[in-house]
């Protein structure tokens, strides 16, 4: 990262990172909100600052759990290796926290003010589509789930709204390797996004659930360390998701367990007869997935 922030397209620019103050690190870590302001705070009472707190909508009453911004670098001015592998480092350890604390690498002109009402202004613009308050779409795991399940239409809207923004890295969930995005391709602009996307939107927070939980049984579970963690696991994941909410599954407990299993075994699980068999008893006694499948002994290995 730090090539890619320091390169010429990026030099003469602001270089910013976001983080979110709804985690808490340790207060020894030199990232946490305490080492932050050691680092680069300032006692200025007008002008620009280098940490500068982004006032979501819907916390704005409590200013210390929002958003901070915390200038990296002004323009023409080099970025160090130590501080971008601490940030690298934390983006690896936390990817699949369930709520994270980097958030974004970003490089625009914007002075912190204005970019931070800038991030403001995203987040309420996807609110009004969504028809709620605010939108968080900063937070990593939401950020790469619109990023990878819209369309190219969606994404052109999305964009659209970084229009001010020349680069913005969020780390993924593939130990933290911050992916860009950016809105350098001009795309048609559409007004909004398409029902299909705004549906899945609503069900972002059991697709985490699955994805979070997936990767930690591959940690834990010795039969399941060698089962890769596929790129496209989020599409995966949401098709799953989709899936278990047309079969019927209403309890969240059946909901994961089809979707581990299908992350598993893929096809071998969602489409055997016997498992088939197992939804209509779950239907009538939501909860029950994972025992009835157990209980009828399926062999589901390839």
């Known amino acids: 990262m730090l090539t890619e922030l320091n390169k010429r397209a990026s030099f003469n620019k602001y270089r910013y990172l976001l983080v979110d103050n709804l985690v808490v690190l340790n207060s020894v870590s030199p990232l946490s909100h305490k080492g932050l302001q050691s680092l680069y705070g300032e006692e200025k009472s007008f002008g620009e600052k280098k940490l500068t707190t982004v006032l979501r909508t819907d916390l704005d009453y409590d200013p210390s759990v929002c958003p901070t911004l915390v200038m990296l670098a002004e323009p023409y001015q080099f970025l160090e290796q130590a501080i971008i592998d601490k940030i690298t480092m934390q983006a690896t350890v936390e990817c699949f926290w369930s709520k994270r604390y980097i958030c974004a690498f970003i490089v625009t002109d914007l002075k912190p003010s204005i970019l931070a ?141 089809w979707g581990l299993n299908g992350l598993r075994y893929q096809h071998v699980f969602t489409t055997h007869p016997q498992v088939l068999e197992q939804i209509p008893k779950a239907q009538q006694a939501p909860g029950t997935l994972s025992k009835h499948v157990i209980d009828a002994n399926i062999n589901l290995e390839i």
């Open 117 to 257: 009402k800038q991030i403001i202004n995203i987040g309420n613009n996807i609110a009004k589509t969504l028809r709620q308050r605010y939108y968080p779409f900063f937070e990593p795991f939401r950020m790469q789930f619109l990023h990878e399940s819209g369309s190219d239409q969606d994404n052109a809207w999305l964009k659209a709204q970084f229009s001010q923004i020349e680069n913005y890295y969020y780390p993924s969930i593939h130990n933290g390797e911050f992916i860009r995005y950016t809105n350098d391709d001009k795309p048609i602009i559409e007004k909004k996004w398409n029902t299909q996307y705004c549906e899945r939107l609503k069900k972002i927070r059991v697709i985490r659930t699955l994805v979070n939980a997936w990767a930690n049984n591959r940690t834990q579970f010795e039969e399941q360390k060698n089962v890769p963690l596929e790129k496209q696991v989020i599409i995966q994941a949401t098709q799953l998701i989709e899936q278990a909410d047309k079969l019927g599954l209403t309890d969240v407990a059946d909901i994961l367990f």
